[in-house]
Every structure is written in structure tokens, then in C-alpha cells.
């Protein structure tokens, strides 16, 4: 329905931007060199001696003596709703600021076999997908008008949805999750974004050294099919669909999975009656029981990713643990976290220090001790180093693991680690927000009362004997993972020289396998089927069959010009394809005609025949009128084919494709997708038409709002002035010359 005219705007645009050129500034002009005064006779001095440097002072501390203090989650009383949701409300009156947490135990290691991603799916269409009464833009632009901030993290065992607003907006932000929640619209728009960070993610990989480097040891640990192995595949993105979601929601997320807290200036009884109000009427059906994949069982491996011309190598250990947050004891949680502690501050057997006669940069190693609330259950430790050198540092750190995992502890050396290990939890505990947040993970994996207390009290009463024995029982160093990431030509030894079995692999993206539509007889009823609900939906195949002229007025912004230009469109159109558009600017106006095969242009009072590929993009635009695209199944040589849910293919008999979807609930047209070539070069571009503000014109809905992409970025938005159908525009009038 819409009609970009490249010719016109191109020159439009090319016109601005030549006119935006600044000049270039005038080059100054040599001045004239003026006589030199006379070099006076230099005197001898006397030899200066500088100062004598200040001894360096040193300032820093030495940490007290005592034990820390155990680090407490705030208290917080829990209710549950009669559907079974429960609130979990600590309150603070000391800011006007509520902390709001929306948390459920589905994670992306509860992903069903075959579909990989789903759980991430799940949780970016609730946030970005829209209610059943609030489009996204409707939602985005009530949270910023609130400065209210909404974030959704889709980890290995949780999900969470956390937000932060003033007190005053609690009751309007809560019924907006309310909605999210109970009546998501997972509109195509969010499913489609998140399919798209995906795609994004395969076509990128290899690109940032260090998400490659995890993304390598998670598919050496897991496996290459492991819902813990994040990396998805073309045919699993695909696999990802509204139905899927919509499915996998009303199965297993339901009031009974889901906790919602509250910490901040809102007092309990008003957060019982607004928990009420907005999630009480959810209703509780019964949820299969989620458990997230088994861990596996590695063996030792090392894993060599060749990335041709590396300027450093990225050196990646994991050591698995044995256990998932809600299997460890206290005790366990403990002893793993103290010989993580190692690894952070304390000298000489820090990372950092054992790294840095290798480092490649100045950045600190990246260590994770895989004891986070649901985490993954692994010690990830990480460095940048030199590329000669990469072999002999990989050797170094792993004789320190061998080193730590045999020696005898002394009740000294484990009270410095149990102190070290202490107040480290201290210091992440500082944080109110991260405290609770820590306190909704808890509940969420039904971990016992008081067991982070519990960690911490297991810490301080370990002896070295017990110590020992768990670290040998939970370390398993035959399933150590190593990943070498970088340019092997430039390795000094060879990898297999730490005697680790070695797998190779080059961490290219692969390449995105051609989409050929379902070309069957089951799959062009399906889409007839769609196209008859979008042309129902639309005011009905009679009264669309029944158009023989559409006579219609846009103003078109070209948003991704600096001003933006306005252009003013007149637009005509007489069956089969007599097709006519005027367009004027502040850059210039013309007028085009096309009658099905040629045509011609009036433009800069010059009148001329069309260009090749201008007559086949006006052929291109009547294909697209929108009242007679949802019935091109019914037009003599075209065919339809299902794309997916609420998503039809249709191809012209000149074999021009265009992809229709339709609101999945209104079932009328959201978009319009499609390939077109610039008249000026022949490039093809990807367009996508994005419909809305739906309106009635002579019984027919039409859009009067479209925003048009190129190539992923937004180039002009149309807002259509009237339409008006069956006019009596005769061949005369269309095709009259200026």
C-alpha cells in the first residue's frame, strides 16, 4: 500500500545531504617571516641536581582480625493468594521507592527437548509482547513517562521480571504486570525481535572473543544439544512461534509458579489488597512438575577454537561442580566457595597473579564461582594472555588447580580462606536490592529457611579434615573443561601438550539456510484460510472484490534525514494496474504514471519514459495495494503458501513475493514484508511495511499509520489523510499528462 518512490526521494535526500556538506575552510595564507632578533650569548651555569625522590609510603590497611559478621537477607513476610500466587513483601520506609520482583523457577535448562530457547522466548514476549489491551509502544511509553524500569533475565533455573518505581506509581505499575501476565498479547513484534538476537547472536559468533569463549565451554561441558548450552541453531530459532509460546504459557505458567515481591515504602496491607486486585483473578489450573536438565558427566577435554589472526588468546577453565544451587548443603556451598576465594584476592594464588607473566592486556581475569542463586553450576575462571605464551600459561593454571585441589590444609591457611570467603558474601550482601533479590531466588527454588545463614555458619565451623573430604567428593578435576580461543599457528607448544584430550573447532557462524515455503496442497489451504480471515477482518470479500478504483492522500516523513523532509503524496489507482502517484517536497515534486508495463515520469518540467527497474517497482506497488493483496488467492496466477502461524507467502505470476502477517487476534494485516531494488544501483533492499491505526473508509479498515524499514532501520513513516474506493477515475483522468 505504500509507495516509496526511490527516484524522487533519493534525489531528495541526496539534495540535503549535499547541502549539509560543510565547505572546506580557507587555508590560511603563510605569513611572512620577520627578522630574527640576535641569539644572546649564553652564560655558563651551574649544574642543577634534582631533589631526591620521597620514599614510597604505603597506605593501605591491614583487615581486622575479628570474623565478619554474618550477612543477612532482609525479612519479609509470605502470603499466598487462594490461586496460589504468593507475595513476598519486606517493607522500607525509608525511601519512597518500591522494588518490584516478579520471579518463577523456568529457566532455559526446563527448555523441552527441540526447543531450545523457549523459556527466553517466554520471558522476552511477556515484557515486550504487549497486553490484550496496551500495545508495546502504549507500554514502553507508559513506563518512561513513569520513569519506571522493567527488566526481564531469563537464566539456567529462574526467570525474573524486575522493576523499580516511586511508591506513588506502585498501584498503576502493578496493574500494568497484572495484565502482562494474565492477558499477554505475545504480538508478532516481540517474537520476531527475539528470533532476530538470535539469528544475530549465530551471525556474530566469533566476533567477541570472550562471549565466544563461554559459549564454546558451555557446548564442551554440556553438549551441543544441552538446554544449559545456550547457543541455538537456524532450525530452532524457526522452531519458535506465537503458537509454542502461547502453549507453553498456559501450561506452565500459572499463579501456583509464580512469586511476586515487593520491597520498599508500601506497607502490607496495601500490598495484599493491590496483589489482589491485579493477579487475584488468575486462574490456578495445575502445572506439570519442571525439573531442569540433568548435569552431565565430562570428561577432561580441551577444547582448541581457531580464530585466524587473534592479536591474544582468550584462556578459559571450568571446573564443574557437581551440584545445582538446590542441591548443595550448607556445608557444601561452603567448602566450594572457599576454594573459589582462592581464586579472587588471595596472593600469590589469585588469578591475576597467576596470569600476569602471560597477560596480553591490562584487563582483570573474569572469574565466576558458579555459586549463584541458580546460576550454572561451575567455576569459570578466564584471562587474556599472549599468543606464544597461551600454551605455557593454560600449563600454569592448571598445575595451581592440581596444586590447591592436593595440599594440606592447615587451621591457618583455611581460617584466611574462610575469612576471605566471608567477607566477600558481606560485601554483595551491602546492596538492599540484591539482598531481596537474593531472598526471591531462595523462595523461588524452595530453599530452606535460613540457609544462607546456614553457608555461612557451616564456614565458620569447618575443620581442615572437612574441608578435605568435601572438596574431594565435589571436585572432579577429571571433568575439567579448557578452551583455547585464538590463532594456533602462533602457540608455541602444541596443545596437547598438557595432556588433556584436544578437540578442535573453528568457531565460524554458519551460514542461514535459504527459506523455501511449504509449497504443498495442505499448506496453500491453510493460507487461503488466513487470507480469508484477514480480508473478513478487513469489512469483507464483497465489499473488497467490489473495488474497481482507490483514490488516496499520504504525507510521508523520511525520518532518516537530518531534518527530517516531509513529502506530500496524491496517489490513484484504476483496475487491473493503472497506477498514478504525485508527489511534492520541499526538495522538488513530480508526477509518475504506469500502466501495467511502462509509463512515464514528469519531473524538473521534463517528461520522460520509466527506467526499467521504476516501471517494476510501480509493478511491485500495485501487487501490495492492501485491498487486493489479502485476495490475491482469488487473482488468476498467484500463489499463496502458510509461512507460520498468521503468515502467508503470496507470489505474483511475475514471481515477486511479498509476506503478509496478520494480527494473531484481530486477524487483521501487521506487516508487510518484502525485497526491492534501488532504481538507482539495482541493490536489493529488505522493506518492511508496519501497519496500524486501523480505520473505517467506505466500509473498508485500512492502515493510516505505516512505519517502513530498510535493511533493519527505520527510513520514513506514512500517515494516510483519506482514502476514499470506487470514485468513477476513469483511464482518461489517470493517465493525464501535465
Known amino acids: 500500500m505504500i509507495t516509496l518512490r526511490l527516484t524522487l526521494l533519493l534525489a531528495a535526500s541526496a539534495a540535503l545531504t549535499l547541502a549539509q556538506v560543510p565547505r572546506p575552510a580557507q587555508s590560511a595564507r603563510p605569513k611572512p617571516e620577520s627578522a630574527k632578533p640576535a641569539t644572546p650569548p649564553v652564560r655558563a651555569t651551574p649544574p642543577r641536581t634534582s631533589p631526591a625522590k620521597p620514599a614510597e609510603t604505603s597506605f593501605s590497611l591491614p583487615l581486622p582480625d575479628t570474623a565478619p559478621p554474618l550477612a543477612k537477607l532482609p525479612s519479609a513476610a509470605v502470603q499466598s493468594l487462594p490461586n496460589g500466587l504468593r507475595l513476598v513483601h519486606s517493607p522500607n520506609p525509608s525511601l519512597p521507592i518500591v522494588d518490584v520482583y ?39 511509553e507508559f513506563l518512561n513517562q513513569r520513569q519506571i524500569t522493567l527488566q526481564a533475565v531469563a537464566g539456567p533455573e529462574l526467570i525474573e521480571w524486575a522493576g523499580r518505581c516511586r511508591s506513588g506509581d506502585l498501584a498503576d505499575f502493578l496493574a500494568l504486570l497484572g495484565e502482562m501476565f494474565t492477558r499477554p498479547a505475545f504480538r508478532r513484534s516481540a517474537i520476531e525481535d527475539f528470533q532476530a538476537q538470535e539469528r544475530f547472536a549465530i551471525q556474530t559468533y566469533g566476533r567477541n572473543i570472550e562471549t565466544t569463549a563461554d559459549r564454546e565451554a558451555e557446548i564442551a561441558w554440556f553438549g551441543p544439544q544441552s538446554p544449559w548450552n545456550r547457543r541455538q541453531t537456524y532450525e530452532e530459532i524457526r522452531a519458535i512461534d506465537r503458537d509454542g509460546i502461547l502453549a507453553y504459557y498456559k501450561s506452565h505458567l500459572g499463579p501456583g509458579r509464580v512469586l511476586l515481591g515487593l520491597q520498599g515504602d508500601v506497607d502490607a496491607a496495601t500490598a495484599l489488597a493491590l496483589a489482589v486486585k491485579d493477579f487475584g483473578a488468575w486462574p490456578s489450573t495445575p502445572l506439570p512438575a519442571s525439573a531442569p536438565a540433568p548435569l552431565p558427566v565430562p570428561s577432561r577435554k580441551l577444547t582448541s577454537a581457531e580464530l585466524p589472526n587473534a592479536t591474544s588468546v582468550r584462556l578459559l577453565l571450568v571446573l564443574p561442580w557437581k551440584q545445582r544451587t538446590a542441591e548443595r548443603t ?124 546456614a553457608i555461612q555458619q557451616a564456614a565458620a565451623t569447618l575443620t581442615p579434615a572437612d574441608y578435605s573430604r568435601i572438596l574431594a567428593e565435589q571436585l572432579n578435576l577429571d571433568a575439567a573443561q579448557l578452551v583455547l580461543l585464538g590463532d594456533e599457528g602462533d602457540y608455541r607448544s602444541a596443545p596437547d601438550s598438557i595432556g588433556f584430550t584436544v578437540v578442535h573447532t573453528k568457531p565460524a557462524p554458519p551460514t542461514e539456510p535459504e527459506y523455501k515455503p511449504d509449497e504443498s496442497e495442505a499448506s496453500r489451504a491453510r493460507a487461503l484460510d488466513i487470507l480469508a480471515q484477514a480480508a473478513t477482518a478487513m469489512g469483507g470479500a464483497e465489499r473488497l ?9 499520504y504525507e510521508a516523513t523520511l525520518t532518516r534525514s537530518s531534518p527530517p523532509v516531509v513529502i506530500k503524496q496524491h496517489n490513484s489507482w484504476l483496475q487491473p494496474r ?55 488467492g482469488g487473482l488468476e496466477g498467484y500463489q499463496v503458501f502458510h509461512g507460520g502461524p498468521a503468515l502467508v507467502v503470496i507470489r505474483s505470476p511475475d514471481h515477486y513475493a511479498v509476506e503478509l502477517a496478520l494480527d494473531f487476534d484481530t486477524h487483521l494485516p501487521e506487516r508487510i514484508r518484502f525485497l526491492e531494488q534501488r532504481p538507482n544501483d539495482g541493490v536489493l533492499v529488505r522493506v518492511e511495511e508496519r501497519l496500524s491505526d486501523y480505520k473505517v473508509s467506505g466500509g473498508v479498515l485500512m492502515p493510516h499509520r505505516i512505519a517502513v524499514i530498510q535493511d533493519g532501520q527505520q527510513f520514513a513513516e506514512f500517515v494516510m489523510t483519506s482514502i476514499r474506493f470506487n470514485t468513477g477515475l476513469t483511464e482518461e483522468e489517470i493517465s493525464r499528462k501535465p
Open 330 to 453: 550448607p556445608a557444601v556451598a561452603a567448602v566450594l566457595g572457599m576454594f573459589a576465594a582462592n581464586w579472587e584476592e588471595r596472593q600469590p594464588e589469585s588469578l591475576a597473579a597467576l596470569l600476569k607473566p602471560f597477560a596480553s592486556e591490562d584487563a582483570r581475569p573474569r572469574i565466576f564461582n558458579g555459586l549463584a542463586t541458580g546460576g550454572i553450576p561451575a567455576l569459570q575462571l578466564m584471562g587474556a594472555v599472549r599468543p606464544r605464551e597461551a600454551i605455557d600459561a593454560a600449563v600454569a593454571l592448571w598445575k595451581q588447580v592440581q596444586k590447591l585441589r592436593a595440599e594440606t590444609m592447615t587451621p591457618a591457611r583455611l581460617d584466611a580462606l574462610r575469612r576471605l570467603y566471608l567477607r566477600s558474601l558481606i560485601f554483595q550482601a551491602a546492596n538492599p536490592q540484591f539482598r531481596f533479590r537474593l531472598l526471591m531466588q531462595a523462595h523461588a527454588l524452595a530453599l530452606p529457611a535460613g540457609h544462607f545463614e
Open 545 to 553: 472484490d467490489a473495488i474497481r478504483d482507490a483514490v488516496w492522500d
Open 578 to 632: 493503472l497506477y498514478r502517484q504525485e508527489q511534492s517536497s520541499p526538495v522538488g515534486s513530480g508526477i509518475s504514471y504506469y500502466d501495467g508495463k511502462l509509463g512515464w515520469i514528469h519531473a524538473n518540467r521534463a517528461l520522460q519514459n520509466l527506467a526499467p527497474l521504476t516501471a517494476q517497482q510501480y509493478r511491485n506497488e500495485v501487487i501490495r495495494l492492501l485491498f487486493r493483496l489479502v485476495r490475491a
Open 102 to 140: 516478579l520471579t518463577v523457577a523456568l529457566g532455559h535448562s526446563h527448555d523441552p527437548a527441540g526447543k531450545r530457547g523457549l523459556n527466553r522466548a517466554l520471558a522476552h514476549s511477556i515484557r515486550y509482547g504487549g497486553t490484550a489491551t496496551r500495545t508495546r509502544e502504549q507500554v514502553e
